[in-house]
């Protein structure tokens, strides 16, 4: 998906294609999300994870990885056992030693941020929906350029079909069967703040993020290297 942007006053145009609803409306329905395929909607979530805390909800449980925080945390105990041997003059003295001491230490916290990362976006998650704030969004959901992960482009639901998107939510789940259909009405829970957790509810279920949602403004200089990052819009001079 290639174009050009342009800026007269206000308005923004993407060559001749307009990043409107009616456009990513037909970019979402050829990436056929939903071709050739009926979502499982399944039963409702069981807790309702708007009434319950994080720990209670196992789809949210899931996102902190707890093995990765146990084979972290011992990858740490192993490597400060390798330098006290090192320190003590046992076997494993030298520079070999110190260097299996580091690389433990390394790979253990790599494993303890990864849970950590998940465990913050699953906190995240669970205020939004807990927040009692929320309200109705027409979306559409692409693919990203690179990664090829779901996220859902979020419109104002009055907005009309010339209306640009307002912000994306990367979604972290990649089943086919799991995500919702490629246009629609999601209901939006998110916390407050510059860069808020989001929640998009579709059909009876949550679509859990995998990050932070993403805000799009039309009015900001930098609205067409976001649409750039996630649909893959080509800025002036970028070809």
């Known amino acids: 998906m290639v174009g050009s942007v342009g800026c007269a006053g206000s308005e923004r145009v993407v060559g001749s294609l307009m990043p409107t ?10 990436q056929a999300f939903d071709s050739g395929r009926r979502p499982d909607r399944g039963p409702a979530p069981d807790p309702d994870p708007r009434q319950v805390v994080w720990w209670r909800v196992p789809e949210l449980r899931r996102m902190v990885r707890f093995p990765f925080l146990a084979a972290g945390i011992g990858l740490c105990l192993a490597g400060v056992l390798v330098k006290d041997l090192v320190t003590d003059g046992l076997p494993g003295k030298g520079s070999a030693g110190v260097g299996l001491a580091l690389l433990l230490g390394a790979l253990g916290f790599v494993g303890i941020w990864i849970s950590v990362s998940g465990l ?4 995240g998650a669970s205020r939004a929906l807990r927040s009692g704030s929320s309200r109705s969004m027409r979306y559409v959901l692409l693919r990203e350029p690179d990664s090829n992960c779901p996220f859902m482009l979020l419109f104002p ?16 789940e990649r089943r086919p069967a799991a995500l919702p259909e490629a246009v629609g009405t999601a209901r939006l829970y998110q916390t ?8 998009p509810w579709v059909v009876g279920r949550p679509h859990y993020p995998l990050d932070r949602m993403f805000p799009l403004d039309p009015d900001d200089p930098e609205y067409a ?3 750039d990052r996630l649909i893959g819009i080509q800025p002036p001079g970028a070809r």
Not at 22 to 28: D, K, L
Request: hydrophobic share 40%; aromatic share 8%; proline share 7%.
């Open 192 to 199: 407050s703040g510059e860069r808020p957790y989001a929640v």
């Open 21 to 30: 609803f009616s456009y990513q409306e037909a970019v979402g329905r050829a």
């Open 157 to 172: 639901e009055d907005g009309g079909e010339q209306a640009p998107p307002v912000s994306a939510v990367v979604l972290g």
């Open 120 to 123: 913050l976006v699953a906190r």
């Open 225 to 227: 290297k976001s649409l």
